[in-house]
């Protein structure tokens, strides 16, 4: 599987939680800041144990985040 990394676009997030109960290697959790739209945020707390399985971003029903995609050791 290709190697990601998850950015959350904070400022679209609602603090739903749903983020939160899907990711594999319990990376995903409720940070303490608080967005212009006055959430708390989801944030990715050990982004290099990310192993790019999608469901964080899948579930997020704000699309509130994308995995970038790394190049691979072959592509650099
Ligand atoms: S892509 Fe998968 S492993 Fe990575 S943060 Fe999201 S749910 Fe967790
Ligand atoms: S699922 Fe989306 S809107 Fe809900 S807390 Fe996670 S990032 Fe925010």
New binding site residues.
């Given amino acids: 599987m290709a190697k990601g990394r998850p950015v959350?676009n904070?400022d679209?997030?609602?603090?739903?939680?749903?983020?939160?109960t899907v990711c594999p290697v319990d990376i995903?959790h409720?940070s303490e800041r608080i967005n212009s739209r006055g959430?708390y945020?989801?944030e990715v707390t050990d982004p290099d144990k990310c192993i790019t399985c999608m469901k964080?971003a899948r579930?997020?029903?704000?699309?509130?985040?994308e995995i970038l995609r790394e190049a691979t050791k072959e592509e650099k």
Avoid: S
Avoid at 12 to 20: D, H, P, S
Avoid at 59 to 65: L, S
């Fill in positions: 959350f904070e679209r997030c609602k603090g739903c939680q749903l983020c939160t995903v409720m959430y945020t989801a964080c579930i997020c029903p704000d699309v509130v985040i």
